[in-house]
């Protein structure tokens, strides 16, 4: 026996869509980002450059354009350049919300009447 269900559908204003979007992303980043400090305990909470680009997937170029632009602040320790995780928690949701805005902007949209 097979059982059919009907689908639903919900009509959500966007600026609702948009934050529970964002409030996902920031939870599953943020635990993604910290379990990564986690099993790297020698430096709790700053991350290389190097471990910056792998984690948020892009080259040290476009990391030097970010702190270029004072969008995340480096330290340097022994000629290493360091990045606090709250900055890159911070610097990935403005990412994310950059490419959200565009995806959504894209979006047909429709009038109810």
Do not use: W
Not at 42 to 61: I, N, Q, T, W, Y
């Amino acid at each position: 026996m097979s059982e059919t269900t009907e689908r639903s559908y919900y009509l959500v204003e966007s600026m609702y869509f948009e934050k529970l979007l964002r409030t996902h992303f920031m939870l599953t980043q943020s635990t993604l980002l910290f379990e990564h400090l986690l099993s790297h305990s020698d430096r709790p909470m700053f991350l290389s450059a190097r471990k910056v680009c792998e984690v948020l997937g892009m080259d040290c170029h476009q990391l030097e354009q970010c702190r270029k632009k004072r969008m995340i602040r480096a330290r340097a320790v022994n000629g290493q350049m360091f990045y606090d995780a709250y900055e890159l928690i911070a610097l990935t949701e403005h990412f994310y919300r950059r490419k959200l805005r565009k995806t959504l902007s894209r979006i047909p949209q429709f009038e109810v009447r």
